[in-house]
Each structure stands twice: as C-alpha cells, then as structure tokens.
Nanobody, 124 residues
Framework: QVQLVESGGGLVQAGGSLRLSCAAS????????MGWFRQAPGKEREFVST????????DYADDVKGRCTISRDNAKNTVYLQINSLTPEDTAVYFC?????????????????WGQGIQVTVSS
C-alpha cells in the first residue's frame, strides 16, 4: 500500500504561484510513475501533469503547459507540482496519484493510489 498526502495548497491571488507537494509513505516511490489531477466544483476530474518513475519523462495538460513544472525527489519520496501565473480557472482540489508503471498516464483510472486532495483557490 502507498499512502499519499498532499500539501502546499491554499488561497493565492491571480498571477501568483504555488508549489504543491505529495509525500508518500508505505512504499518507495521510485518504481511508481506519479500524476497530478484536479477537480473544480461541478466539473469532472482532469489531468494536470505526470512524471515517470525516473523523473526523466514528463507530460502536461495543454492549459497548464508552460506554467507548471512537475518534479520528484525519490530520496525524499516526494513529488512536486509548481504552478505559476495562477488564474481563477486553476481553482480546484488537486490530487496526486501513483501508478505502478514506469510511465504515467493522462487517465486517472490507470492510477493505483490516490491522495485525499488539497484545495487551491485563486482569487481574482
């Protein structure tokens, strides 16, 4: 079992930045691809970003590409998501997820473990 705990969310003004963290326990993350997803009120969960188990391969949704950087520190069993130039459209609950594969996926159902999520609210 892998337990994932997100942190770093909160209230931020438009144009600001946040760095979300996802800390894992129970298993080492080095053999898991990791992903970030988000769900805004009244909307379905959507893909944000993913990183391969080694960290050498990343992928981003079109609406965050250029504003987001996903990274991981396998020694710390932690994955990060840096989001810059935040807009109110980024307001959502952000979830991290772990997939027992080398490469991540844009499909949430292909992940094996999920965190509880953390709220990010961007004020205009």
């Amino acid at each position: 079992q892998v337990q994932l705990v997100e942190s770093g969310g909160g209230l931020v003004q438009a144009g600001g930045s946040l760095r979300l963290s996802c800390a894992a326990s129970g298993r080492t993350l080095s053999s898991y691809a990791m992903g970030w997803f988000r769900q805004a009120p009244g909307k379905e969960r959507e893909f944000v970003s993913t990183i391969s188990s080694s960290g050498r391969s990343t992928d981003y949704a079109d609406d965050v590409k250029g504003r987001c950087t996903i990274s991981r520190d396998n020694a710390k069993n932690t994955v990060y998501l840096q989001i810059n130039s935040l807009t109110p459209e980024d307001t959502a609950v952000y979830f991290c997820a772990a997939r027992r594969e080398v490469y991540g996926s844009r499909v949430g159902d292909e992940y094996d473990y999920w965190g509880q999520g953390i709220q990010v609210t961007v004020s205009s």
